[in-house]
């Protein structure tokens, strides 16, 4: 066992022992010396009382001269053991007697420390002294008693002692716990809390330490298993503050004015792109801030060092790559008491919110195709502009301005070409204007330009003439070659337009206009305009409520004459609209509306069915093999459900596909070729013919023509009206019959409204006419009249 001087336990014994052993020491030597002289004092008395017993009868016999009772009082006295020599010491004669039963000399007794006892004998009579008296006693009695004493003192203190001893064992055993306890609780140690392992089944004080101590620590366990827990929470709750700090892009930083001192979170240094082992110094830290908002950003932070309280900026920062960053930061200045100034700050990483911010506000005034300013911004535009005619007594202009048949080329080339084309005007326009007009765009293919200060209505009148001519010849989008036009129309502030709504609606209006009077120029805004506009809308509203039930709708018929026999081979199909209040109404004025609005697809099923029941109807009527056209949209090609519809009615109503002619325009059929191909190699197999219509108008050539399915080409009728006066007309229609035929193709002549007609085609060969000469289209009951009674005219 390692002996711990230090333990208390051990000290305690230790000076009890030593305090308690030379305390009984000190007691023992006290009493041994009362003890040794009491008796030495006994032996003294004896020697006295020897002394006294003998003095007057020697005194007596000595004066007298009887020596022999001298000598016999001497020996009598020597009987006592313990009187070892008596010498009388005669005046008279100057001689020395000794009595003794020793041969000891005088030196040696005094030697061996006997005890001597002197006395003068006197003549009773004389009163004078005649002798000295010595008697030498021997201490054997009182060496023995101090010897025994000694002996029993030795043993004492040894008993003392040991008991002492024993009981000190006794105390430290049940100390020894207080040591292990001290050095236990020594040894404890908080990371790894452990009871103490000590002995707690005696009642004592140690015990009972020992068990308050296990409580204590087992509290301390308690304790620090919440600590821990909530070191946990804490470790946790931090680890989450910097997933939310990174996600949330902010970090927090905090500056030690005094000590000049700056401590960045781990966020803070993500944001920065630096490594978390560098230390930044606050002007390193503020040189970061971009250069344009450092005189601010400055001014704000020493503002808010000197004053204290709280700031909120936003700045950007550029890192070490060059980068540059959007922060926004909010902190406040804090100064205590003591002096010191702490600048504590969150900062927010808002690149990303402040180019949504940017691309939102994009979004919400400029139009996300062409970034051209959208309406928004044009109203905005056109409200200031007006504000400062007004002020400076000028003029404004508004252009309206919308491609001629957008529409087809988005449906045919797609929307893709569509887009690109709509961002190439909008790059064409552009390059008329001048830097302080505004180009927006309003969506489709409509734009609208301000020009804010004009002089005069021929300026706007020069500038609409640039735009329509900025349109002239072959436009390269992809890999198509488009011909473009455009209709504008233009309202001007103050003469024809007081507002800004007025502006837009007139410019509108004189746009629609100008696209009703053929397209491809523009007009300015007059009054009499209005009324048209406001037809066209009704129109559109009704054609809506017509297409829910078709009853509106009839198909009228218009017979195509073979130019041999003058027989009526066959009928062209075309849609009519029974209006309940505007009468009969042409499809040019709604088969816009009802192909912009999609409902093209509907009416255009309906009159396939409704022409293969007048097949079935007509057959029924012994009128067998006439063939029926049907016009085709360019929207119904997009339709993949066309031919599986057509194919069913086929079934359906158990028609020759022989006798079915779809007629497609040639500008749809070349717009969009692999689409066009596609279905019409569909309609093909089905065993249905195809001609295409209107050719001439459009721009295709011959070479794509051979690639198409088709049996027949009709010839536009504007060539057919003209060519009896124009020669040239005569020509085109000439080359395109024998071009026709040498490529494989009948040819029917539409716009057949003059016998003079007639005869200059039949002379080019043509193989069907068609046209007014014979019969304008007529409603089905009259066209089966017309078929009964019909006789080949001359
Ligand atoms: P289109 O296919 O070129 O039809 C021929 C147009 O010429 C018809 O006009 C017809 O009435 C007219 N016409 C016939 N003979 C003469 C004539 O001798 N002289 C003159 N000046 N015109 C004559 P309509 O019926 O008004 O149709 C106009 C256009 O509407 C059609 O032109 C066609 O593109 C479209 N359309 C008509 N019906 C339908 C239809 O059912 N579906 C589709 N998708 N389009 C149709
Ligand atoms: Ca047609
Ligand atoms: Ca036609």
New binding site residues.
């Given amino acids: 066992m390692k002996i711990n001087f230090n333990s208390i336990t051990l000290r305690t014994v230790l000076h009890i022992f030593t305090f308690s052993v030379l305390f009984i020491l000190f007691i023992i030597f006290v009493i041994r010396n009362i003890f040794a002289t009491a008796y030495m004092d006994l032996e003294k008395e004896k020697i006295f009382i020897i002394q006294n017993n003998i003095v007057p009868s020697l005194s007596l016999n000595l004066s007298y001269g009887f020596h022999e009772a001298v000598n016999e009082i001497a020996n009598q006295t020597l009987l006592n053991k313990d009187v070892l020599l008596i010498k009388i010491l005669n005046y008279e004669n100057n001689n020395t007697q000794l009595f003794s039963n020793y041969q000891h000399s005088l030196e040696k007794y005094k030697k061996d420390g006997e005890l001597f006892s002197y006395t003068k004998l006197s003549d009773p009579a004389m009163q004078k002294d005649i002798a000295d008296l010595t008697i030498i006693y021997s201490n054997d009695s009182y060496e023995e008693y101090v010897s025994n004493f000694n002996t029993w003192l030795f043993w004492g203190v040894l008993g003392f002692s040991l008991s002492i001893a024993f009981l000190s064992f006794l105390l430290y055993n049940s100390l020894k716990n207080l040591t292990i306890l001290d050095s236990s609780l020594k040894s404890f140690n908080p990371n790894e809390p452990k009871l103490l392992e000590l002995d707690t089944s005696k009642n004592d004080e140690v015990s009972s330490i020992s068990l308050s101590a296990n409580i204590m620590i087992k509290n301390i366990i308690k304790f620090l298993d919440s600590l821990k827990s909530l070191n946990e929470k804490l470790l946790q709750s931090q680890v989450h503050l910097k997933e939310a700090q990174r996600i949330a892009n902010v970090g927090s930083w905090e500056y030690l004015v005094n000590e000049d001192k700056l401590l960045l979170s781990d966020e803070i240094y993500r944001i920065l792109n630096m490594k978390r082992d560098r230390t930044l110094t606050w002007s390193e830290f503020q040189s970061l801030i971009c250069k344009k908002d450092r005189e601010y950003i400055y001014g704000v932070l020493k503002d808010a060092l000197v004053k204290g309280g709280r700031f909120d900026i936003q700045h950007c920062i550029k890192l070490q790559n060059k980068k540059s960053l959007q922060v926004h930061t909010k902190g406040k200045v804090r100064k205590k008491a003591n002096g010191s100034v702490k600048m504590t700050a969150v900062s927010m990483d808002i690149t990303q919110d402040t180019q949504n911010k940017k691309m939102i506000e994009k979004l919400a005034y400029y139009d996300a195709l062409t970034g051209l300013p959208n309406r928004v911004l044009l109203k905005d535009r056109i409200h200031k502009a007006i504000q400062n005619a007004d002020r400076l007594k000028s003029k404004i202009a508004l252009i309206f301005l919308d491609l001629d048949h957008f529409k087809l080329i988005n449906d045919t080339l797609g929307h893709d070409t569509g887009d690109k084309l709509l961002i190439y005007v909008s790059a064409l326009l552009k390059k008329q204007l001048r830097e302080s007009d505004t180009l927006s765009r309003l969506g489709g293919d409509e734009f609208v330009i301000l020009l804010p200060n004009i002089t005069s209505v021929e300026a706007a009148k020069n500038i609409a003439n640039k735009l329509v001519s900025a349109f002239n010849g072959q436009h390269n989008i992809e890999t198509h070659q488009l011909y473009i036009t455009t209709s504008i129309g233009i309202s001007l502030y103050p003469d024809n337009s007081d507002s800004l709504d007025s502006l837009i609606m007139n410019a509108d209006t004189a746009m629609y206009d100008a696209k009703q009077d053929g397209r491809n120029q523009y007009k300015i805004y007059s009054k009499d305009m209005g009324n048209y506009i406001s037809t066209q809308m009704r129109v559109e509203q009704d054609f809506k409520l017509a297409i829910d039930n078709h009853n509106e709708f009839e ?2 018929y ?1 017979p195509k004459i073979n130019s041999v026999n003058g027989e009526i081979s066959g009928a ?5 609209w029974n209006h309940p209040t505007k009468g009969l109404v ?3 004025d709604f ?1 816009n509306i009802a192909e912009s609005t999609g409902m ?1 697809l509907d009416l ?1 099923k309906w ?1 396939i069915q409704e022409c293969m029941i007048q097949i079935q109807k007509w057959e029924k009527v012994n009128i067998i093999g006439l063939k029926v056209a ?4 360019a929207k ?1 090609f997009q339709d993949s459900n066309l031919v599986s519809f057509i194919i069913a009615m086929i079934e359906q109503y158990d028609i020759d596909p022989a006798q079915l002619e779809f ?1 497609v ?1 040639e500008t749809v059929s070349m717009a969009n070729m692999d689409a066009t191909l596609r279905v019409l190699n569909e309609l093909k197999i089905i065993g249905v013919n195809i001609a295409i ?2 050719f001439g108008t459009g721009y295709s050539s011959l070479s794509y023509l051979k690639k198409f399915p088709i049996n027949t080409l ?1 010839i ?2 504007s060539f057919v ?1 003209d060519m009896i006066h124009d020669n040239e007309d005569k020509i085109i229609v000439q080359t395109i019959i024998s071009m026709a035929h040498s490529l494989g193709f009948t040819t029917v002549a ?4 003059t016998k003079a007609h007639v005869d200059a085609l039949i002379d080019m060969k043509c193989d069907y006419l ?4 014979y019969s ?2 007529i409603p089905k009951n009259e066209f089966t009249q017309l078929l009964q009674n019909y006789t080949p005219l001359t």
Avoid at 750 to 753: F, H, I, L, P, S
Avoid at 770 to 773: L, T
């Fill in positions: 198909v009228y218009q062209e199909a075309l849609i009519r042409f499809p040019d088969i093209i255009g009159i049907i016009n085709l949209s119904q007629e325009t219509d209107d009709k536009d009728k009206l539409e716009g057949v409204e068609q046209g007014y000469y304008r289209p």
